[in-house]
C-alpha cells in the first residue's frame, strides 16, 4: 500500500556530484523521519543521513561536510545531495521512510523501504 522509490543513482568520477530523490505514496497518513542508508558488499547497511518531520538532520560522521539531506513534504520525497563524492562511498543506497499508516485497527509508524539504487564512485 506505501511505495517508497528511489532514483538518481549512477556512476561518478571521484570528486563530483549526485542528488538521490525518494518518493513516498499510498495511504500514508503523514511522515515523520526519513532518511538515507547504504550498503556495501561485505559491510553492513549504515545509516548515512535522516531528516525528520521538523526538518532535524543527522549525518554520519563519513559524510558530514559533503553530503546534505532535505525533504519536500507536500510531495512527500526526501533528497540526498552528495558532493565530493569518494570511492569509499560506493554502495547501494537506500531511502527509508517512517510513514504513519494505519496497521489493522491501530495508526502507527512503520519503516517503509526502496528498492535500492547503485552508486558507484570510480575513475
Known amino acids: 500500500q506505501v511505495h517508497v522509490v528511489e532514483s538518481g543513482g549512477g556512476l561518478v568520477q571521484p570528486g563530483g556530484s549526485l542528488r538521490l530523490s525518494c518518493a513516498a505514496s499510498?495511504?500514508?497518513?503523514?511522515?515523520?523521519?526519513m532518511g538515507w542508508y547504504r550498503q556495501a558488499p561485505g559491510k553492513q547497511r549504515e545509516l548515512v543521513a535522516a531528516?525528520?518531520?521538523?526538518?532535524?538532520?543527522n549525518y554520519a560522521d563519513s559524510v558530514k561536510g559533503r553530503f546534505t539531506i532535505s525533504r519536500d513534504n507536500a510531495k512527500n520525497t526526501v533528497y540526498l545531495q552528495m558532493n565530493s563524492l569518494k570511492p569509499e562511498d560506493t554502495a547501494v543506497y537506500y531511502c527509508?521512510?517512517?510513514?504513519?499508516?494505519?496497521?489493522?485497527?491501530?495508526?502507527?509508524?512503520?519503516?517503509?523501504w526502496g528498492q535500492g539504487t547503485q552508486v558507484t564512485v570510480s575513475s
Open positions: 531528516i525528520t518531520s521538523g526538518g532535524s538532520t
Open positions: 499510498g495511504s500514508i497518513f503523514s511522515i515523520n523521519a
Open positions: 527509508m521512510v517512517g510513514a504513519v499508516v494505519a496497521v489493522e485497527t491501530m495508526i502507527r509508524e512503520v519503516d517503509h
